[in-house]
């Protein structure tokens, strides 16, 4: 980090909760940053705060010099002096502070607080959150019975100090389930607890940490995360919300999680993968984190006015991501909480300005894309092209092999006399009688006004762009055979040649097109692996006639096909067009008259003529050659499967200008370069413009104060259900005080000496006590510490939206564990879709494997973001979420309750309970209550339970086609071997323990 | 229970408070705790007495032309098809028409003068006009979004940024519903007349809100809300017993846990389960009279505009706060004249049938009913249509608090810019929450820790003129 500044007189308001509790001991110092500032924003700033337009009397709480210097309200270390103190003790309602009618009144304790804050020095602070990072000492437990972690010694510390007796030690059962939760999103089989239960060893908790931190499913389930930080989605947000292909970036951010990869690269790859020395493929996905924004294509949409939307958007989602820090204000005006400027809010957009992009889309198209060969892919192209060089192989000796039997053929032919005489139909020539249906200018010239081939006119064509002729559906279409080629004669102007010319035939469709030349004809351009579509390489000679002949076989058109229609394209230039037809011969006529000629009578061309049409035409070569193209046919299909995604691509910056109050009409600002928050320091790049990944570089340097805080609060918010510092989506001023900072701030060091390594970190905090106690509060902490605060417990809370899917799935065995790969659609209610336009919708639910993918996976439609996913607070995506919100509704209830996917799940685990759970009812509730909670029923659950299968089971026996209806519900195939009664009865016990709370819960 | 609500500064937890003890039976364990999380959500206090309970939003997507609608611009006719002066539109935003000549349009409509109170409308609305006297027109309305996803997102959250609260889910995080067996916000959406132009549900999303607050739709094929019916085979008593028990052994966990996210789950069943009985109660409407039905012009089921409307008066009887009937077909970039004709051929039965409706049962005076679309349309032509305009058109509002027979506001003498008492879609929002008993400057949530205004920093003011 070069020349941090942090102003000693800047300090940001803060609006917090009011100043914790008990956490102000009386036997500890007071601290500006965590107890005096809460209360001076919270009651104080609105009136003297740093908003310089709306300052009373002169006064800014804000700032020490202004408070201290000659009379001033504060005199550190005298209270009594203080003008200060005597206004917030002061009854006379003239004098009193904070002004009745603020109805912002102090507490009593709040009062006592700024008093002995004075007392002690009244002393400011920097706001922590940028202050250089420094490892604190490791705090000295007395009590500890055994040797701490450092993150006990921590929070043992604090628990001491406030004489709180931390929750005890979670059970196993608690324990396995929870950390299969954090770290997989998945809960563990009954078979997983039972091993870590009855595994007696030292180290029991350590193998299990290291088998869920190494299984696939940890990168799946830190993705959720952060995918909600990036805002990645699966279609483009604005208007049509069209889908746009960016699976692949998802697939980089799940390996990176599994692979381990350090943060510092994780970060520096998605700013600024491209400029990466040599970027490798994945380098490139990564990229694609610059394009995860919202876009549009919608009509009357200005390109300037959205570039600076796309704009405000990264710099908003940047900045939260891997700064913890919330820009979004200072589009318009300085912000008013934290050190940013408008300034600093342009010139770090502007170090993305040089993306290539549009302010308007069109076409569904978000380029640049590149085409990634997933796994999957690389797997069948490899193997074909194997195939492919294995039969190369054969084509040198089986040409060999043939041309010793080249004296053979030709006799034969020569024996067939006659009958290998060409026979040619013309279908055109002098005049368009063909019948049928004629489009384009059908230009016949004469001999005088250019060169003609046969008859007495040519047809001639001339354009600056795309320009053609064609008729179709001729009365008499010509009926394929084999042998039979079309052909038509062509004249090239030597001056002004087309770019490219085509020959097209219609059989009831034109998707078949050979074509010579430049690639401008892009109509009906296809791959070459789609089958009506051939190139045929350069343009044929010019200023001579010359015949094109196309076997149709070669367009894709079947033997027994009939074809009604030629069209005769160019692009640009001049070209005369004379007879077209078709030809039927085994031999072409030049073979022909070169076959009568002895072997040694032939010019070289002739023998050449007549050897290459003998290996054109002869069996086992055209056999072998057939097998090539289709082998290269297939291959190529393959690669052009490989899904795209959208890339970063750096072009020549464009120009940024601050924006007067956020107005991309405003061109009156000031232009900026590229340079990171002016309080937080210089890039000192002055030879040329910094780049993304100059940012990159400077976010990962190891001085840097926010990127490793910022990230070690959000780990350690997933593993305790809040962070240290509770607004893991703000570290700035508006922010809340970390519960212990000094923790935070060890986790920070240790986190970037480790090299950025997240597992370390991980296992780190999960090897602590702190993180294995039990979540309930025990009651002395419900009063004192609601928020869990000093972290004497753990938390508990409600699982996000997709693993209370993957549960479900998981629990009934429906799961399928395959890691990547395309957006899924699990099912979904009809007509959802209904209000998108652009193109209209119809949403179809994914058949066999894909229909039972984790919820990583489902296909994120931002405007309309499955109803599932919804009901249980999944963000839309469109903004950075470092917080999901955990609410508790009826709609969840309906959900969990009626949702087809958990009726099928509920239907599949019931025939699971009937397969594996026994033989007796009661046994089998115990699996099937088990399977869902990890635990065994106590009695009164396991009663309910069975009370509730014997009534539906008497219920279904009298009404089997109700049975019959609840066991199909899904794609899963029916256990018809099983009695559908008891399915239906024991569906309803599944449905039961799917739906229990503890089912979705992490304790 | 409901003038409670305005009397008392955290109704919403009294009303969650009493709901749980009705209904859950599991006894009140741990409710102190759970009241805790609830009071810390809780709305800032109601500030003033309401003039209406609930709001009734007739969103017109896709920006209805004012110009053949309700404001009436005779000096368009004198210019059609002559250049637009330069003066008004020059540096102004402007969508499809870019780049292009600007030419007025005339107006494609007669307008006629309606009512007591001679309100000027267009005769496109033969019924909604025998209203004029309970509309107030605002003339003077201006945006900042100029194409329809934008608008939207800005008319319905006051920002054009996603992931911002929307208005329904202010009102009901505000003042929370008058129902215990319906989503206090609901939404209902229809389309016809015009090319239909996408919505989002960033448009009724509760944003940084809790989700609880987010509008629920209601569809009118299918099951009318989401997962409400229960899966084949399993009959309303199935479905109570497993009800039952899931809540029996979620209260039996709890007594080991004590955890109050326990006691709102269950609470959330047994709301869940009512739901499957009210909604679609609520959605069938084949037992209104038939006078009822013709009145509104509807057949249930048809998924019309007018059907939206009946749905609307029977979700504002059973105590739904916030209601917003999307209809979708007012985007007319050509043929606004035949356009702007059908789509309101399309609307007006139902539109006036409401009024009517809650007119006699005594229910207008409560609720607040907002008729207008995201934008208006140039004074320009766009071949025979007209483009999206931003910098003056119209909505009316009906109903409790507002001075019917009153047009507000005007724009210039072209329909380009609103030149007087002009109306921002930021003071529509204050002027809303005002009648429901909210001042929007003290309207906030705890949001990233600070105190966030609902309604945005940007200043607004209650547009008193028009209140009654």
Same mark, same amino acid.
């Given at each position: 980090?070069?020349?941090?500044?942090?102003?000693?007189?800047?300090?940001?308001?803060?609006?917090?909760?009011?100043?914790?509790?008990?956490?102000?001991?009386?036997?500890?110092?007071?601290?500006?940053?965590?107890?005096?500032?809460?209360?001076?924003?919270?009651?104080?700033?609105?009136?003297?705060?740093?908003?310089?337009?709306?300052?009373?009397?002169?006064?800014?709480?804000?700032?020490?010099?202004?408070?201290?210097?000659?009379?001033?309200?504060?005199?550190?270390?005298?209270?009594?002096?203080?003008?200060?103190?005597?206004?917030?003790?002061?009854?006379?309602?003239?004098?009193?502070?904070?002004?009745?009618?603020?109805?912002?009144?102090?507490?009593?304790?709040?009062?006592?607080?700024?008093?002995?804050?004075?007392?002690?020095?009244?002393?400011?602070?920097?706001?922590?959150?940028?202050?250089?990072?420094?490892?604190?000492?490791?705090?000295?437990?007395?009590?500890?019975?055994?040797?701490?972690?450092?993150?006990?010694?921590?929070?043992?510390?604090?628990?001491?100090?406030?004489?709180?007796?931390?929750?005890?030690?979670?059970?196993?059962?608690?324990?396995?389930?929870?950390?299969?939760?954090?770290?997989?999103?998945?809960?563990?089989?009954?078979?997983?607890?039972?091993?870590?239960?009855?595994?007696?060893?030292?180290?029991?908790?350590?193998?299990?940490?290291?088998?869920?931190?190494?299984?696939?499913?940890?990168?799946?389930?830190?993705?959720?995360?952060?995918?909600?930080?990036?805002?990645?989605?699966?279609?483009?947000?604005?208007?049509?919300?069209?889908?746009?292909?960016?699976?692949?970036?998802?697939?980089?951010?799940?390996?990176?999680?599994?692979?381990?990869?350090?943060?510092?690269?994780?970060?520096?790859?998605?700013?600024?993968?491209?400029?990466?020395?040599?970027?490798?493929?994945?380098? $490139?996905?990564?990229?694609?984190?610059?394009?995860?924004?919202?876009?549009?294509?919608?009509?009357?949409? $200005?390109?300037?006015?959205?570039?600076?939307?796309?704009?405000?958007?990264?710099?908003?989602?940047?900045?939260?991501?891997?700064?913890?820090?919330?820009?979004?204000?200072?589009?318009?005006?300085?912000?008013?909480?934290?050190?940013?400027?408008?300034?600093?809010?342009?010139?770090?957009? /502007?170090?993305?300005?040089?993306?290539?992009?549009?302010?308007?889309?069109?076409?569904?198209?978000?380029?640049?894309?590149?085409?990634?060969?997933?796994?999957?892919?690389?797997?069948?192209?490899?193997?074909?092209?194997?195939?492919?060089?294995?039969?190369?192989?054969?084509?040198?000796?089986?040409?060999?092999?043939?041309?010793?039997?080249?004296?053979?053929?030709?006799?034969?032919?020569?024996?067939?006399?006659?009958?290998?005489?060409?026979?040619?139909?013309?279908?055109?020539?002098? @005049?368009?009688?063909?019948?049928?249906?004629?489009?384009?200018?059908?230009?016949?010239?004469?001999?005088?006004?250019?060169?003609?081939?046969?008859?007495?006119?040519?047809?001639?064509?001339?354009?600056?762009?795309?320009?053609?002729?064609?008729?179709?559906?001729?009365?008499?279409?010509?009926?394929?055979?084999?042998?039979?080629?079309?052909?038509?004669?062509?004249?090239?102007?030597?001056?002004?040649?087309?770019?490219?010319?085509?020959?097209?035939?219609?059989?009831?469709?034109?998707?078949?097109?050979?074509?010579?030349?430049?690639?401008?004809?892009?109509?009906?351009?296809?791959?070459?692996?789609?089958?009506?579509?051939?190139?045929?390489?350069?343009?044929?000679?010019?200023?001579?006639?010359?015949?094109?002949?196309?076997?149709?076989?070669?367009?894709?058109?079947?033997?027994?096909?009939?074809?009604?229609?030629?069209?005769?394209?160019?692009?640009?230039?001049?070209?005369?067009?004379?007879?077209?037809?078709?030809?039927?011969?085994?031999?072409?006529?030049?073979?022909?008259? #070169?076959?009568?000629?002895?072997?040694?009578?032939?010019?070289?061309?002739?023998?050449? /003529?007549?050897?290459?049409?003998?290996?054109?035409?002869?069996?086992?070569?055209?056999?072998?050659?057939?097998?090539?193209?289709?082998?290269?046919?297939?291959?190529?299909?393959?690669?052009?499967?490989?899904?795209?995604?959208?890339?970063?691509?750096?072009?020549?910056?464009?120009?940024?200008?601050?924006?007067?109050?956020?107005?991309?009409?405003?061109?009156?600002?000031?232009?900026?370069?590229?340079?990171?928050?002016?309080?937080?320091?210089?890039?000192?790049?002055?030879?040329?413009?910094?780049?993304?990944?100059?940012? /990159?570089?400077?976010?990962?340097?190891?001085?840097?104060?926010?990127?490793?805080?910022?990230?070690?609060?959000?780990?350690?918010?997933?593993?305790?259900?809040?962070?240290?510092?509770?607004?893991?989506?703000?570290?700035?001023?508006?922010?809340?005080?970390?519960?212990?900072?000094?923790?935070?701030?060890?986790?920070?060091?240790?986190?970037?000496?480790?090299?950025?390594?997240?597992?370390?970190?991980?296992?780190?905090?999960?090897?602590?006590?702190?993180?294995?106690?039990?979540?309930?509060?025990?009651?002395?902490?419900?009063?004192?510490?609601?928020?869990?605060?000093?972290?004497?417990?753990?938390?508990?809370?409600?699982?996000?939206?997709?693993?209370?899917?993957?549960?479900a799935?998981?629990t009934s065995?429906?799961?399928?564990?395959?890691?990547?790969?395309?957006?899924?659609?699990?099912?979904?209610?009809?007509?959802?879709?209904?209000?998108?336009?652009?193109?209209?919708?119809?949403? #179809? @639910?994914?058949?066999?494997?894909?229909?039972?993918?984790?919820?990583?996976?489902?296909?994120?439609?931002?405007?309309?973001?499955?109803?599932?996913?919804?009901?249980?607070?999944?963000?839309?995506?469109?903004?950075?979420?470092?917080?999901?919100?955990?609410?508790?509704?009826?709609?969840?209830?309906?959900?969990?309750?009626?949702?087809?996917?958990f009726v099928e799940a509920a239907r599949v685990l019931a025939a699971r309970i009937m397969?594996?759970g026994?033989?007796?009812?009661?046994?089998q509730i115990?699996w099937a209550y088990?399977a869902a909670?990890?635990?065994?029923?106590?009695?009164?659950?396991?009663?309910?339970l069975?009370?509730l299968f014997?009534?539906?089971?008497?219920?279904?026996?009298?009404?089997?086609?109700?049975?019959?209806?609840l066991i199909?519900?899904?794609?899963?195939?029916?256990?018809?071997?099983?009695?559908?009664?008891?399915l239906a009865a024991w569906t309803s016990v599944a449905r039961v323990v799917l739906n229990?709370?503890?089912?979705?819960?992490?304790? | 229970?409901?003038?409670?609500?305005?009397?008392?500064?955290?109704?919403?937890?009294?009303?969650?408070?009493?709901?749980?003890?009705?209904?859950?039976?599991?006894?009140?364990?741990?409710? #102190?705790?759970?009241?805790?999380?609830?009071?810390?959500?809780? @709305?800032?206090?109601?500030?003033?007495?309401?003039?209406?309970?609930?709001?009734?939003?007739?969103?017109?997507?896709?920006?209805?032309?004012?110009?053949?609608?309700?404001?009436?611009?005779?000096?368009?006719?004198?210019?059609?098809?002559?250049?637009?002066?330069?003066?008004?539109?020059?540096?102004?935003?402007?969508?499809?028409?870019?780049?292009?000549?600007?030419?007025?349009?005339?107006?494609?409509?007669?307008?006629?003068?309606?009512?007591?109170?001679?309100?000027?409308?267009?005769?496109?609305?033969?019924?909604?006009?025998?209203?004029?006297?309970?509309?107030?027109?605002?003339?003077?309305?201006?945006?900042?979004?100029?194409?329809?996803?934008?608008?939207?997102?800005?008319?319905?959250?006051?920002?054009?940024?996603?992931?911002?609260?929307?208005?329904?889910?202010?009102?009901?995080?505000?003042?929370?519903?008058?129902?215990?067996?319906?989503?206090?916000?609901?939404?209902?959406?229809?389309?016809?007349?015009?090319?239909?132009?996408?919505?989002?549900?960033?448009?009724?999303?509760?944003?940084?809100?809790?989700?609880?607050? $987010?509008?629920?739709?209601?569809?009118?094929?299918?099951?009318?809300?989401?997962?409400?019916?229960?899966?084949?085979?399993?009959?309303?008593?199935?479905?109570?017993?497993v009800?039952?028990?899931?809540?029996?052994?979620?209260?039996?966990?709890?007594?080991?846990?004590?955890?109050?996210?326990?006691?709102?789950?269950?609470?959330?069943?047994?709301?869940?389960?009512?739901?499957?009985?009210?909604?679609?109660?609520?959605?069938?409407?084949?037992?209104?009279?038939?006078?009822?039905?013709?009145?509104?012009?509807?057949?249930?089921?048809?998924?019309?505009?007018?059907?939206?409307?009946?749905?609307?008066?029977?979700?504002?009887?059973?105590?739904?706060?916030?209601?917003?009937?999307?209809?979708?077909?007012?985007?007319?970039?050509?043929?606004?004249?035949?356009?702007?004709?059908?789509?309101?051929?399309?609307?007006?039965?139902?539109?006036?049938?409401?009024?009517?409706?809650?007119?006699?049962?005594?229910?207008?005076?409560?609720?607040?009913?907002?008729?207008?679309?995201?934008?208006?349309?140039?004074?320009?032509?766009?071949?025979?249509?007209?483009?999206?305009?931003?910098?003056?058109?119209?909505?009316?509002?009906?109903?409790?608090?507002?001075?019917?027979?009153?047009?507000?506001?005007?724009?210039?003498?072209?329909?380009?810019?609103?030149?007087?008492?002009?109306?921002?879609?930021?003071?529509?929002?204050?002027?809303?929450?005002?009648?429901?008993?909210?001042?929007?400057?003290?309207?906030?949530?705890?949001?990233?820790?600070?105190?966030?205004?609902?309604?945005?920093?940007?200043?607004?003011?209650?547009?008193?003129?028009?209140?009654?």
């Amino acid at each position: 980090m070069r020349s941090l500044e942090v102003l000693k007189c800047c300090f940001f308001l803060v609006v917090l909760l009011p100043a914790s509790r008990s956490a102000i001991a009386a036997d500890r110092p007071v601290r500006f940053n965590r107890d005096v500032r809460p209360v001076l924003t919270d009651k104080c700033f609105a009136c003297h705060g740093p908003d310089a337009e709306t300052v009373a009397g002169d006064l800014r709480l804000d700032l020490s010099d202004s408070v201290t210097s000659e009379g001033g309200v504060i005199v550190p270390g005298n209270p009594e002096g203080s003008e200060l103190v005597r206004r917030i003790f002061s009854n006379d309602a003239e004098e009193m502070m904070p002004p009745a009618e603020t109805h912002k009144p102090l507490t009593q304790t709040e009062r006592e607080l700024l008093r002995r804050w004075i007392a002690e020095g009244s002393e400011y602070e920097a706001h922590w959150a940028y202050t250089p990072l420094q490892r604190p000492a490791l705090p000295e437990v007395t009590n500890a019975t055994d040797a701490l972690s450092p993150v006990d010694q921590f929070i043992d510390r604090r628990l001491m100090e406030e004489g709180i007796a931390p929750a005890p030690l979670a059970d196993r059962i608690t324990l396995i389930r929870r950390l299969s939760f954090d770290l997989t999103g998945l809960p563990p089989t009954p078979q997983e607890v039972d091993e870590f239960v009855n595994d007696l060893s030292d180290d029991a908790y350590g193998k299990l940490v290291n088998r869920l931190l190494e299984s696939s499913h940890y990168g799946e389930r830190m993705a959720i995360y952060w995918l909600d930080l990036v805002r990645y989605a699966d279609t483009v947000g604005y208007h049509g919300d069209q889908d746009v292909s960016q699976f692949p970036y998802r697939d980089y951010v799940i390996d990176s999680f599994n692979d381990n990869k350090p943060y510092d690269q994780f970060l520096r790859e998605q700013l600024a993968g491209d400029l990466l020395p040599e970027a490798t493929i994945v380098q $490139q996905v990564a990229s694609g984190y610059n394009r995860l924004n919202q876009t549009t294509e919608e009509g009357g949409a $200005q390109a300037k006015e959205y570039l600076a939307i796309y704009f405000a958007d990264r710099v908003r989602n940047v900045s939260q991501v891997f700064m913890g820090a919330t820009m979004g204000c200072a589009q318009c005006h300085d912000h008013k909480y934290d050190p940013y400027t408008m300034r600093d809010f342009y010139s770090l957009g /502007a170090f993305f300005a040089d993306l290539e992009e549009q302010g308007k889309y069109s076409a569904r198209a978000r380029p640049p894309e590149i085409q990634v060969p997933i796994k999957e892919l690389q797997q069948q192209i490899a193997a074909l092209d194997e195939k492919l060089a294995e039969l190369k192989a054969q084509l040198v000796p089986l040409r060999q092999k043939l041309l010793d039997a080249q004296k053979e053929w030709e006799a034969e032919v020569l024996a067939e006399g006659e009958e290998n005489q060409e026979v040619e139909t013309v279908w055109i020539n002098d @005049a368009q009688d063909t019948g049928g249906e004629t489009s384009g200018t059908w230009d016949f010239v004469s001999a005088e006004q250019g060169p003609v081939h046969s008859g007495d006119k040519s047809r001639r064509q001339s354009s600056n762009e795309l320009v053609q002729h064609f008729f179709m559906g001729a009365p008499n279409p010509v009926t394929l055979s084999p042998g039979l080629r079309f052909f038509v004669w062509v004249h090239l102007d030597p001056e002004n040649p087309p770019k490219a010319i085509m020959l097209q035939l219609n059989d009831g469709s034109w998707e078949h097109r050979a074509v010579w030349g430049s690639d401008d004809i892009s109509f009906g351009r296809r791959p070459e692996s789609w089958a009506g579509y051939r190139r045929f390489g350069s343009l044929p000679d010019t200023g001579q006639w010359v015949r094109l002949e196309i076997d149709p076989a070669e367009l894709g058109i079947q033997t027994e096909g009939t074809v009604n229609g030629m069209a005769f394209t160019q692009f640009g230039g001049l070209a005369y067009w004379d007879e077209a037809g078709w030809g039927t011969a085994k031999v072409p006529r030049n073979v022909a008259d #070169a076959l009568k000629l002895a072997s040694n009578e032939r010019t070289e061309e002739q023998s050449a /003529a007549v050897r290459e049409h003998y290996l054109a035409t002869v069996e086992p070569m055209v056999e072998l050659k057939t097998r090539i193209a289709e082998t290269e046919t297939e291959r190529n299909a393959v690669e052009a499967s490989a899904p795209t995604t959208v890339v970063s691509k750096s072009v020549a910056p464009r120009e940024i200008r601050i924006l007067p109050r956020g107005n991309w009409m405003d061109d009156s600002g000031d232009i900026v370069e590229p340079s990171i928050p002016a309080f937080l320091g210089d890039l000192n790049i002055r030879e040329r413009r910094a780049t993304r990944l100059d940012l /990159a570089n400077w976010l990962c340097e190891s001085e840097n104060p926010l990127t490793s805080r910022v990230m070690v609060n959000r780990l350690w918010s997933l593993l305790f259900g809040r962070g240290i510092c509770q607004s893991v989506d703000d570290l700035g001023g508006q922010g809340t005080f970390p519960s212990n900072p000094d923790l935070l701030d060890w986790l920070a060091v240790e986190f970037v000496e480790s090299g950025w390594d997240i597992k370390y970190l991980i296992r780190t905090i999960v090897m602590s006590n702190a993180y294995q106690r039990s979540s309930r509060p025990i009651p002395e902490l419900k009063s004192a510490d609601p928020d869990n605060d000093l972290f004497a417990r753990q938390g508990r809370f409600r699982l996000d939206a997709e693993m209370v899917r993957d549960v479900a799935l998981l629990t009934s065995g429906l799961l399928v564990e395959k890691v990547g790969g395309e957006s899924v659609k699990p099912y979904q209610p009809a007509g959802y879709y209904a209000q998108l336009n652009f193109p209209r919708r119809e949403y #179809a @639910a994914n058949e066999g494997d894909d229909q039972y993918r984790r919820g990583v996976y489902t296909h994120w439609q931002r405007t309309f973001l499955h109803p599932m996913l919804k009901a249980f607070d999944a963000p839309s995506r469109e903004e950075c979420t470092a917080k999901r919100s955990r609410s508790n509704t009826p709609l969840q209830a309906l959900t969990l309750l009626n949702d087809p996917t958990f009726v099928e799940a509920a239907r599949v685990l019931a025939a699971r309970i009937m397969r594996e759970g026994g033989e007796h009812a009661d046994d089998q509730i115990n699996w099937a209550y088990r399977a869902a909670v990890s635990r065994s029923p106590e009695t009164a659950v396991a009663d309910e339970l069975k009370s509730l299968f014997e009534r539906h089971l008497e219920y279904f026996s009298d009404h089997p086609s109700e049975a019959k209806a609840l066991i199909t519900e899904g794609n899963a195939p029916v256990a018809t071997d099983l009695n559908a009664v008891e399915l239906a009865a024991w569906t309803s016990v599944a449905r039961v323990v799917l739906n229990l709370h503890e089912t979705i819960t992490r304790y | 229970m409901k003038s409670s609500m305005f009397l008392n500064p955290s109704a919403e937890c009294q009303l969650a408070r009493r709901t749980f003890l009705r209904r859950t039976g599991v006894g009140s364990i741990a409710l #102190a705790s759970l009241m805790k999380t609830t009071i810390a959500n809780a @709305a800032t206090p109601i500030h003033h007495p309401p003039r209406i309970r609930r709001v009734i939003h007739l969103c017109m997507a896709g920006g209805p032309s004012h110009l053949e609608t309700f404001d009436y611009k005779p000096e368009l006719a004198k210019h059609d098809g002559q250049p637009m002066p330069e003066s008004l539109t020059k540096g102004q935003p402007i969508a499809q028409l870019q780049g292009q000549s600007l030419k007025v349009l005339g107006p494609q409509h007669e307008f006629a003068r309606y009512g007591e109170s001679d309100l000027q409308m267009s005769t496109v609305f033969p019924r909604t006009s025998a209203h004029a006297d309970d509309l107030c027109i605002i003339k003077s309305m201006h945006t900042e979004q100029i194409n329809h996803d934008p608008a939207h997102t800005f008319f319905n959250t006051g920002t054009a940024i996603s992931g911002r609260p929307s208005m329904g889910a202010w009102v009901l995080y505000g003042l929370g519903a008058e129902t215990e067996e319906l989503p206090g916000f609901i939404v209902l959406t229809s389309e016809g007349g015009g090319q239909s132009q996408p919505i989002s549900s960033r448009q009724w999303h509760s944003g940084f809100l809790p989700s609880r607050f $987010q509008g629920v739709q209601m569809h009118s094929t299918g099951s009318p809300v989401h997962y409400v019916r229960s899966p084949a085979g399993v009959g309303r008593e199935q479905q109570r017993d497993v009800v039952n028990a899931v809540s029996r052994i979620n209260s039996l966990r709890n007594a080991e846990l004590e955890d109050p996210e326990i006691i709102t789950r269950i609470s959330s069943y047994e709301m869940a389960f009512r739901m499957q009985t009210s909604i679609p109660e609520l959605a069938d409407v084949s037992g209104e009279p038939k006078h009822i039905l013709d009145l509104y012009g509807c057949t249930p089921g048809d998924g019309s505009f007018a059907s939206n409307c009946l749905l609307a008066r029977r979700l504002a009887e059973r105590g739904v706060r916030f209601i917003q009937l999307y209809h979708r077909g007012w985007d007319h970039h050509g043929g606004v004249k035949a356009g702007v004709a059908t789509t309101a051929s399309l609307v007006d039965q139902g539109t006036a049938a409401l009024l009517s409706d809650l007119k006699q049962r005594g229910m207008l005076e409560e609720t607040l009913i907002i008729w207008g679309g995201e934008f208006g349309r140039t004074p320009m032509a766009q071949g025979s249509g007209r483009d999206h305009h931003i910098k003056g058109y119209s909505i009316w509002l009906a109903g409790g608090g507002v001075r019917g027979g009153m047009a507000f506001g005007k724009t210039d003498d072209f329909g380009y810019h609103a030149v007087e008492d002009r109306v921002h879609v930021r003071d529509f929002h204050a002027t809303m929450l005002h009648l429901l008993g909210i001042d929007h400057r003290r309207f906030t949530y705890k949001y990233q820790g600070l105190d966030f205004r609902l309604t945005g920093v940007e200043e607004s003011r209650v547009i008193e003129e028009i209140l009654s």
